[in-house]
């Protein structure tokens, strides 16, 4: 599975960045594709995604501000990001993982919030 990551960018606080993350190759078997982050100093963690069963899932600093969404005929998955804050900086991480225990990354993405 390949996955490639785009839609990074600085933005003032309080604006909006949308991330794409198109996954190709053998995509069959996806249980999650979603996005994580990683700030510096800090571990990567999981921001948004789409688990198996269509459910999606967010991380509670999130909830209310990002969207996740996909376009199933286009292998994409978005993170739509409103109301940014400076924490929200770091790089984003395309990621998927297939049954039963394999897992891909996407290049990073830095999204910088800042005034």
């Known amino acids: 599975v390949q996955l490639q990551a785009s839609g990074g960018g600085l933005v003032q606080p309080g604006g909006s960045l949308r991330l794409s993350c198109a996954a190709s190759?053998?995509?069959?078997?996806?249980?999650?594709m979603g996005w994580y982050r990683q700030a510096p100093g800090k571990q990567r963690e999981m921001v948004a995604g789409?688990?198996?069963?269509?459910?999606?899932i967010y991380d509670d600093a999130v909830k209310g501000r990002f969207t996740i969404s996909r376009d199933n005929a286009k292998n994409t998955v978005y993170l739509q990001m409103n109301s940014l804050k400076p924490e929200d900086t770091a790089v984003y991480y395309c990621?998927?993982?297939?049954?039963?225990?394999?897992?891909?990354w996407g290049q990073g993405t830095q999204v910088t919030v800042s005034s």
């Open positions: 990621n998927a993982k297939k049954a039963p225990m394999s897992e891909y």
């Open positions: 190759g053998s995509i069959f078997s996806i249980n999650f």
């Open positions: 789409f688990t198996a069963g269509s459910n999606t």
